[in-house]
């Protein structure tokens, strides 16, 4: 029996065929006949589709079936996911960035990894092969020797970014006083740690993230302020003049107090005999 | 062992029926988005269309599209979207192996795709602010990397899952996204090569 999804998609299909053909031979309008044959193709293929998908219907089991047909026992309950919401934030944010810039694009491509891998993981452990062993397995095997050296990276990687961003935001002097209260910070901090043993766990992670969350903060805050100026070094050439050309070099070069300029000739060049 | 409402409200996604053929809803789910993918493609060769029909020099002087790159790119997509059914194959005689390597092929040919598509655009010169061409091409590229990014998505989801043990003869859903999905791909590029190379 077709169901009324199926009826309604073809209808549709139908419809939109007619359409398509009836407007394109009235008004030798190419594109809306074109958007009116997809609608129609597409229709048509969803209404095979739902056609062939049947009911969603619960599965029945008799209760003297055999312990491998029944659905597996004991595990948690599905939970709800967030991570369809997150990767719409996602795709939406990429969506974005094709008319913004390269930031938003990077955000999105953040979130989509978030979704992603958030989504795999729950999907993962809800799946009826999945233990508690197996779950410590895999994090023995393949998280902690991959994921700990690669997570170590970025997280080095991101704090001198973000540090380095606020260095060149800062003027010279103001550059040297923040690198030195900054290895003192962390020179101070790391010996409380290691010589107290009443730190709670929480605290430290919350301390450490604050701590993270802070640099990247001010790393971002630098990037959007910008780089103080530089003095750039002027007339210096670092390299030789071609043969037959002269080259001027500037006066601070060459001719120290005077300010004239002073022109070297170039070296001959010596052509077989 | 009698089960409980909890273990019965599990989806569609993990009642594979007993002959292992039921595709579940992941399956009818991939479809439809395939489905969407290839209408969307429609509308913006619906556009190109429109376009094309007010606008006197098209495509305007100083570009030439190539065909080379047009039948290099088609025939990539054929083999992935065979590969793609490849997997299915394996997957349902329970060959893992074989099943992790098609997909990981799948993946690499989509990549290829990407990556010659990528180098067509920046050779043709073309930005979305060039001209009334410029921006359609520009914006049916960009649809046919990002439908042929997210076969590469669904390809290493699944392989995960394959090389997890997750995917078998008993269940072979995502087997069958896998090949859909790459098949969707496939034809999302054919409507843009129909575009672009073929109506121009």
């Not at chain 1, 001010?218 to 959007?224: E, K, N, S, T």
């Not at chain 2, 429609?42 to 429109?50: C, F, N, Q, R, V």
Request: aromatic share 8%; with cysteine.
């Amino acid at each position: 029996m077709v169901p009324l999804g199926s009826k309604a998609l073809f209808a549709l299909a139908g419809l939109g065929l007619i359409a398509s053909i009836a407007y394109g031979v009235a008004t030798k309008d190419s594109s809306a006949t074109t958007v009116l044959g997809f609608v129609a193709v597409g229709a048509f293929a969803l209404g095979v589709a739902v056609l062939l998908a049947g009911a969603d219907q619960e599965p029945w089991v008799a209760t003297d079936a055999p312990l491998a047909e029944q659905p597996p026992a004991g595990g948690r309950g599905l939970l709800p996911s967030a991570f369809p919401l997150v990767a719409a934030a996602a795709f939406g944010t990429l969506a974005l960035a094709a008319a913004t810039n390269v930031v938003v694009g990077v955000v999105g491509l953040v979130l989509a990894a978030v979704a992603g891998l958030g989504w795999l993981f729950q999907v993962w452990t809800e799946d009826g092969t999945y233990s508690a062993g197996y779950g410590l397995r895999i994090k023995e095997r393949l998280l902690l020797p991959v994921g700990l050296p690669v997570g170590v990276v970025a997280l080095v990687g991101a704090i001198a970014i973000s540090v380095s961003r606020v260095f060149l935001a800062l003027p010279e002097k103001g550059t040297r006083v923040a690198a030195i209260v900054i290895a003192i910070v962390i020179l101070l901090s790391a010996f409380a740690i290691a010589s107290s043993k009443r730190v709670a766990r929480t605290a430290l992670v919350l301390l450490t993230t604050f701590a993270f969350v802070a640099v990247i903060a001010a790393g971002i805050a630098g990037q959007a302020h910008g780089e103080r100026s530089f003095e750039k070094a002027k007339g210096i050439r670092h390299y030789a003049p071609l043969p037959g050309q002269p080259s001027t070099v500037a006066a601070s070069d060459t001719a120290g107090a005077t300010g004239s300029s002073a022109t070297t000739a170039a070296p001959t060049t010596t052509t077989g005999s | 062992m009698a089960a409980s409402g909890v273990q019965l409200s599990l989806p569609p996604a993990d009642r594979a029926g007993d002959d292992g053929h039921d595709p579940s809803l992941a399956v009818y789910g991939v479809v439809a988005m395939g489905v969407a993918a290839v209408v969307v493609m429609g509308a913006l060769m619906a556009a190109w269309l429109a376009v094309e029909a007010g606008t006197q020099t098209w495509p305007p002087k100083g570009v030439t599209v190539q065909n080379y790159f047009g039948t290099t790119l088609s025939v990539t997509m054929l083999m992935s979207a065979t590969v793609g059914w490849w997997v299915l194959y394996a997957v349902r005689r329970g060959d893992r192996r074989q099943a992790a390597m098609a997909l990981t092929v799948a993946m690499f040919l989509e990549l290829c795709f990407i990556n010659l598509l990528t180098y067509v655009m920046r050779g043709s010169h073309l930005g979305p602010a060039t001209n009334a061409y410029g921006t359609l091409y520009y914006a049916v590229n960009a649809a046919t990397i990002a439908v042929a990014a997210s076969g590469i998505l669904v390809a290493g989801l699944t392989l995960v899952r394959v090389l997890g043990g997750q995917v078998g003869p008993a269940r072979p859903q995502l087997g069958w996204v896998a090949a859909w999905y790459g098949t969707f791909v496939s034809l999302v590029w054919f409507v843009m090569y129909t575009t672009v190379y073929v109506v121009k």
